[in-house]
């Protein structure tokens, strides 16, 4: 069908939540939200929005199953407003000292336990190519600290208890590192040994301050700005509000003009207010009723197999493995996301607990991932820690097919989503978890889609490029972070080096492709039959570690013995508690009563039966049966008669040696 322009006012109205979330000019009243490029984190914001404009609570899942504008109109006309909200309000800010937010509290003890960590400094670096003017800069970073409190917050103690104090006005030092001079191989060693130092560099969270910067200067037209941030602070959102707010407000300085951004409805510790008090009401139990109930009896602890031993206290080192996705397999797997009428994180987390279950037999583990928290308008534009983690649990029993499995996966994450302002550190207080220093609680491997609102902005006479950091620690065991490119997903496994060797994350990325690959081939694939070794690994495993054949020699076992016994003939043959045997003395034994057997009758396809215990006369016996062409049938001596006579008469034995 073709364009259908809203018409109602209740249809114009929600064209334009849509195309402030989506970012574009117009929306149809059929165009499907997730065709348009909606995701989860996008669809939450238009819920907000929603509440906000009509004051009633729309669900999640009613977007998906409603992904038009002239769906969603019909779901309002047929629901009246809530007559009582169950969400946070925000109300003048009280004397006295500011508690910190949830995920803020769970940072600050994090810090205590290991203190001088850069577990949790979130790095950025942007190449700027073009005209810079430094001073300019320095401006917009004075007035983004100054517009969001933020970022001029430190943390102390009052009364035993973790506060924010914020103070009222914090310089930005910029030091600039003038690297022109170098040649090439050695500037970009220098930026290197720079960018990883200052990525490193721990924060103290009591001094401050918990946000730096500093430029490397390459060439007249080309500098490296690095900014450094404590998560306690900041989120991944809000990277994409500082480089789009400081983009903004340097265009300003530039014009010698203010800044044009619009006041933040709120700042920070007002959310962490609001938030404390809204968990201390009504909203707090259902939350909660919830999680314990979707988690009860799950396996708290997700046991990969690992490398190395795994200590009493893992430690945070870490390092990543890049992981690109072809072009062609990203449309497949947005097409099939498409089809099946789910995002393409839910297909991806499917897929991942598929190899999971591949690694640890288990149909029922737990994988986190995090989510942006941000479910009220007024925290959209602000700098901040809000992130939560939601523990998905993975159901794979009943050997599902790879397309029912994205239906269960798909009703887990909408009922999570739906419950995800509970913080995390309450759900493991609930369930009442053992504290198990080796291992992080309740989630010990992360899936990360990432999708927070990170457009490069445009900058007067300057053209940025966000550039890739290295990691050196590791909050989690594994954590698998992706995110869309136009060439395709790209992204990295983060792993704690003292569990996992490189080369086993190496061959779990691998292990991954080849299985989304045989996901978009066969989605209604039993997930037990679905690839996952690669063909190096196939090859390896059906030819290389079966080529075992080796030569040996064609002689039966008795020519194999007597050869032995004239190559040494003196040397012990057969020993016994009290006797001994050479070869020499062996060989004549067996000799004279193959021949005795030989008379009797015995060789090829005659059996003969052989009664003896274990002694030197039943060695003899079982090679001069062989020596002289025939098959022995060993008897053992405590079997019943019955038996003995059966075996005897199955055998067609001609004889009994006893």
Same mark, same amino acid.
């Given at each position: 069908?073709?364009?259908?322009?809203?018409?109602?006012?209740?249809?114009?109205?929600?064209?334009?939540?849509?195309?402030?979330?989506?970012?574009?000019?117009?929306?149809g009243?059929?165009?499907?939200?997730?065709?348009?490029?909606?995701?989860?984190?996008?669809a939450?914001?238009?819920?907000?929005r929603?509440?906000?404009q009509?004051?009633v609570?729309?669900?999640?899942?009613?977007l998906?199953?409603?992904?038009?504008?002239?769906? $969603? #109109?019909r779901? @309002?006309? /047929?629901?009246?407003p809530?007559? &009582? *909200? =169950?969400?946070? !309000? +925000?109300?003048?800010?009280?004397?006295?000292?500011?508690?910190?937010?949830?995920?803020?509290?769970?940072?600050w003890?994090?810090?205590?336990?290991?203190?001088?960590?850069?577990?949790?400094?979130i790095?950025?670096?942007?190449?700027?190519?073009?005209?810079?003017?430094v001073?300019? $800069? #320095?401006?917009? @970073?004075? /007035?983004?600290?100054?517009?969001? &409190? *933020? =970022?001029?917050? !430190? +943390?102390?103690?009052?009364?035993?208890?973790?506060?924010?104090?914020?103070?009222?006005?914090?310089?930005v030092?910029?030091?600039?590192?003038?690297l022109?001079?170098?040649?090439a191989?050695?500037?970009?060693?220098?930026?290197?040994?720079?960018?990883?130092?200052?990525?490193?560099?721990?924060?103290?969270?009591?001094?401050?301050?918990?946000?730096?910067?500093?430029? =490397?200067?390459?060439?007249?037209?080309?500098?490296?700005?690095?900014?450094?941030?404590?998560?306690?602070?900041?989120?991944?959102?809000?990277?994409?509000?500082?480089?789009?707010?400081?983009?903004?407000?340097?265009?300003?300085a530039?014009?010698?003009?203010?800044?044009?951004l619009?006041?933040?409805?709120?700042?920070?510790?007002?959310?962490?207010?609001s938030?404390?008090?809204?968990?201390?009401?009504?909203a707090r139990?259902?939350?909660?009723?919830?999680?314990?109930?979707?988690?009860?009896?799950?396996?708290?602890?997700?046991?990969?197999?690992?490398?190395?031993?795994?200590?009493?206290?893992?430690?945070?080192?870490?390092?990543?493995?890049?992981?690109?996705?072809?072009?062609?397999?990203?449309?497949s797997?947005?097409?099939?996301?498409?089809?099946?009428?789910?995002?393409?994180?839910?297909?991806?987390?499917?897929?991942?607990?598929?190899?999971?279950?591949?690694?640890?037999?288990?149909?029922?583990?737990?994988?986190?991932?995090?989510?942006?928290?941000?479910?009220?308008?007024?925290?959209?534009?602000?700098?901040?820690?809000?992130i939560?983690?939601?523990?998905?649990?993975?159901?794979?029993?009943?050997?599902?097919?790879?397309?029912?499995?994205?239906?269960?996966?798909?009703?887990?994450?909408?009922?999570?989503?739906?419950?995800?302002?509970?913080?995390f550190?309450?759900l493991?207080?609930?369930?009442?978890?053992?504290?198990?220093?080796?291992?992080?609680?309740?989630?010990?491997?992360?899936?990360?889609?990432?999708?927070?609102?990170?457009?490069?902005?445009?900058?007067?006479?300057?053209?940025?490029?966000?550039?890739?950091?290295?990691?050196?620690?590791a909050?989690f065991d594994?954590?698998?972070?992706?995110?869309?490119?136009s060439?395709?997903?790209?992204?990295?496994?983060?792993?704690?080096?003292?569990?996992?060797?490189?080369?086993t994350?190496?061959?779990?990325?691998?292990?991954?492709?080849?299985?989304?690959?045989?996901?978009?081939?066969?989605?209604?694939a039993?997930i037990?039959?679905?690839?996952?070794?690669?063909?190096?690994?196939?090859?390896?495993?059906?030819?290389?570690?079966?080529?075992?054949?080796?030569?040996y020699?064609?002689?039966?076992?008795?020519?194999?013995?007597?050869?032995?016994?004239?190559?040494?003939?003196d040397?012990?043959?057969?020993?016994?508690s009290?006797s001994?045997?050479?070869?020499?003395?062996?060989?004549?034994?067996?000799?004279?009563?193959?021949?005795?057997?030989?008379?009797?009758?015995?060789?090829p396809?005659?059996?003969?039966?052989?009664?003896?215990?274990?002694?030197?006369?039943?060695?003899?016996?079982?090679?001069?049966?062989?020596?002289?062409?025939?098959?022995?049938?060993?008897?053992?001596?405590?079997?019943?008669?019955?038996?003995?006579?059966?075996?005897?008469?199955?055998?067609?034995?001609?004889?009994?040696?006893?």
């Open positions: 069908t073709g364009f259908v322009a809203p018409q109602s006012a209740l249809e114009q109205q929600l064209a334009s939540a849509w195309q402030s979330v989506l970012r574009l000019d117009k929306v009243v059929h165009d499907n939200f997730f065709d348009l490029g909606g995701n989860s984190l996008l939450t914001q238009v819920v907000s929603l509440r906000d009509f004051a609570s729309v669900p999640l899942h009613v998906f199953q409603a992904p038009s504008i002239s769906g $969603l #109109a779901h @309002l006309q /047929a629901h009246a809530a007559s &009582e *909200s =169950l969400q946070p !309000t +925000f109300k003048p800010r009280p004397d006295g000292p500011l508690p910190l937010s949830f995920a803020q509290e769970r940072l003890f994090i810090d205590q336990l290991i203190p001088d960590s850069a577990l949790y400094v790095p950025l670096a942007m190449r700027l190519t073009g005209t810079l003017d001073a300019a $800069l #320095a401006r917009s @970073l004075r /007035a983004l600290v100054q517009r969001h &409190e *933020s =970022l001029r917050t !430190t +943390f102390g103690l009052v009364d035993g208890k973790p506060v924010q104090v914020i103070a009222p006005a914090q310089d030092p910029l030091p600039l590192t003038d022109r001079s170098l040649p191989e050695a500037q970009s060693a220098a930026v290197a040994q720079h960018t990883h130092a200052f990525a490193v560099q721990p924060f103290d969270l009591h001094t401050g301050p918990l946000l730096r910067s500093c430029l =490397l200067r390459l060439a007249d037209d080309s500098h490296l700005w690095m900014l450094s941030l404590h998560h306690i602070v900041a989120d991944g959102w809000s990277l994409g509000v500082l480089v789009q707010e400081v983009a903004a407000l340097y265009a300003s530039l014009r010698g003009q203010p800044d044009a619009p006041a933040l409805p709120i700042q920070y510790a007002d959310y962490a207010l938030q404390r008090e809204w968990l201390q009401g009504p139990q259902p939350l909660l009723d919830y999680w314990t109930r979707q988690l009860a009896e799950v396996p708290t602890v997700l046991d990969l197999p690992t490398d190395f031993p795994r200590p009493a206290v893992p430690s945070p080192q870490g390092a990543l493995h890049a992981l690109q996705l072809p072009a062609e397999l990203t449309a797997l947005k097409a099939l996301s498409r089809e099946e009428g789910i995002t393409l994180f839910m297909t991806l987390m499917a897929a991942f607990q598929v190899l999971l279950q591949r690694y640890c037999a288990k149909d029922d583990f737990v994988v986190g991932t995090p989510i942006a928290n941000r479910t009220l308008g007024q925290t959209e534009a602000l700098i901040g820690c809000f939560n983690t939601l523990p998905i649990r993975a159901n794979l029993a009943s050997r599902p097919t790879f397309r029912s499995l994205l239906r269960r996966v798909q009703a887990t994450c909408l009922e999570a989503y739906a419950h995800q302002e509970l913080p550190e309450h493991v207080d609930a369930l009442h978890l053992s504290r198990d220093l080796s291992h992080t609680p309740l989630v010990q491997v992360i899936f990360v889609l990432q999708n927070a609102p990170m457009a490069t902005p445009a900058l007067p006479g300057l053209h940025l490029e966000a550039l890739p950091t290295q990691s050196t620690t909050k594994l954590t698998l972070s992706l995110e869309e490119t060439g395709g997903l790209k992204g990295w496994f983060e792993y704690r080096t003292g569990l996992f060797a490189a080369s994350i190496a061959r779990l990325a691998e292990q991954f492709t080849t299985l989304l690959a045989g996901v978009v081939a066969a989605p209604d039993n037990h039959a679905l690839p996952v070794l690669s063909e190096s690994e196939r090859w390896q495993v059906l030819v290389a570690f079966n080529t075992n054949t080796s030569a020699p064609s002689d039966s076992i008795a020519s194999l013995f007597h050869a032995q016994a004239a190559r040494t003939p040397a012990p043959a057969l020993l016994t009290d001994s045997l050479t070869y020499r003395a062996l060989s004549e034994r067996v000799c004279r009563l193959a021949h005795h057997l030989h008379h009797l009758g015995v060789g396809e005659v059996t003969v039966g052989v009664y003896l215990e274990r002694s030197p006369d039943l060695i003899v016996s079982l090679l001069a049966i062989l020596s002289a062409g025939g098959a022995y049938v060993p008897l053992d001596t405590s079997y019943p008669a019955e038996r003995l006579a059966f075996m005897l008469e199955d055998s067609r034995a001609s004889l009994v040696l006893s």
